[in-house]
């Protein structure tokens, strides 16, 4: 082998072993970029989703003891303003009349809840019907007894002998109570005179005292024009007998159900919690929205008499209602045990009601739902407010 040949070839390997090398440390040299850094892929658009639909709305009605007017605005305000639908109820509000006995519609399933007195819910319950009252709206009586100052009656004694008009069917009680108590039989120491549920005949003089609501009958007499003068008549012109004053007085419009239903039914239950609970926060909104109220009694249909008198009725119902020491709508015990009384010791119930006749769990439940929320229960700085009297009511 040709030896300088082979030296010539191992030189020329190292040279390049070396330059080789070089280019390896040579941190100025451009290297080979690095592969980018992978990414990661794009989250999907999230699929869009439909909010969720409402729960169906739960019907309820409601049956009335008379015929719409403010008596009952704080009924019409919670399914007019929505407070039935905040807490699931599509609520029917059934007109009253003179023939209606609300405790015999709830009976018979025609209607799920009532307004009644509370002797007239009781009288039926006795006689069979299974009813109870779950909530006390009215806290105080507005039945009066009303006659001219020139009849000298000031007092239930001064009735005796006189033409006194009543309207029957359960709203003579506190009337036949108050006889009684000073010694006068309703049957014969007075002659009693079947009454419309108007003041016509006490002011055209064909009876001595006529049977009044405050808030009702009593306006008409004021709306009137007085023959003799030319105006209208003047409260100064009117004696009345007040049945609180007397003793004699007893409970009025309350919520009744099914007795028998809500022991059974625990869906009933809670929607009487729920219908209550919306009731009363309607009288509370009737309480400090008196005006708007109003309005919403007038467009109810067909409304009883012109927005005068219905901001009158307003008024004075709202002073039946507030203040509420216990809270609204939760039975007073001594103005129930009055009540019982008072029903019992003029045979208009035979015998004290058992236990079963009212209820405040459910009242209580409502009451404490809405003091949660913010609301005023017992409306403690209450006062009337002076309302224009005007002719007819309009």
């Known amino acids: 082998m040709n030896t300088p040949k082979i030296w010539r070839l ?15 440390n ?36 409601l049956q009335l003891q008379w015929v719409p007017q403010s008596q009952f605005a704080g009924f019409f305000a919670a399914r007019d303003l929505g407070f039935y639908e905040d807490v699931g109820l599509d609520v029917t509000i059934i007109d009253g009349g003179v023939d209606i006995v609300p405790a015999t519609v709830l009976d018979s399933g025609a209607a799920d809840f009532a307004v009644s007195w509370v002797p007239r819910g009781l009288v039926p319950r006795e006689e069979g019907l299974n009813i109870t009252n779950i909530a006390q709206v009215f806290q105080r009586s507005g039945t009066l007894q009303v006659s001219f100052v020139d009849s000298g009656i000031t007092s239930p004694s001064d009735l005796e002998g006189k033409l006194v008009g009543n309207w029957g069917f359960g709203n003579e009680f506190e009337l036949f109570a108050g006889l009684v108590s000073v010694g006068l039989d309703p049957q014969s120491d007075v002659t009693l005179v079947q009454q419309d549920f108007n003041m016509t005949a006490l002011i ?9 609501m405050i808030y009702n009958e ?10 003799d003068t030319g105006e209208l008549f003047q409260p100064e012109d009117l004696s009345v ?27 009933y239950r809670d929607i009487a919690v729920r219908f209550v609970e919306a009731s009363l926060r309607g009288w509370i909104h009737c309480r400090d929205n008196f005006d708007e109220c109003v309005d919403i009694v007038v467009g109810a249909s067909p409304p009883f008499g012109g927005p ?11 002073a039946l209602i507030w203040p509420s020491p216990g809270g609204v709508g939760i039975m007073d015990q001594a103005l129930y045990d009055q009540t019982i009384d008072v029903a019992t010791s003029q045979g208009i ?18 009451v404490a739902n809405l003091e949660a ?22």
Not at 245 to 253: N, P, W
């Open 10 to 24: 191992l030189a020329l390997l190292l040279a390049f072993v070396v330059v080789a090398a070089s280019c390896g």
């Open 26 to 61: 040579d941190d100025d040299d451009v290297s080979e970029p690095a592969p980018a850094p992978a990414t990661e892929a794009p989250a999907p658009e999230p699929e869009p989703t439909e909010a969720p639909a409402p729960a169906e709305l739960v019907e309820v009605s």
């Open 204 to 212: 055209n003089g064909d009876i001595d005292a006529a049977q009044a």
């Open 218 to 227: 009593y306006a008409q007499v004021l709306e009137t024009i007085n023959p």
């Open 241 to 267: 007998i007040d049945w609180n004053d007397v003793g004699t007085a007893m409970l009025q419009d309350a919520i009744w159900a099914d007795a028998d239903k809500l022991e059974t039914d625990a869906e």
């Open 308 to 318: 005068a008198h219905q901001a009158w009725m307003m008024n004075e119902i709202n």
């Open 349 to 366: 119930l035979q015998a004290a009601p058992d236990a079963g006749a009212f209820r405040r769990d459910i009242a209580e439940e409502a």
């Open 373 to 394: 929320a913010g609301h005023d229960v017992y409306g403690n700085d209450f006062a009337r407010r002076t309302v224009e009297v005007k002719e007819g009511g309009n």
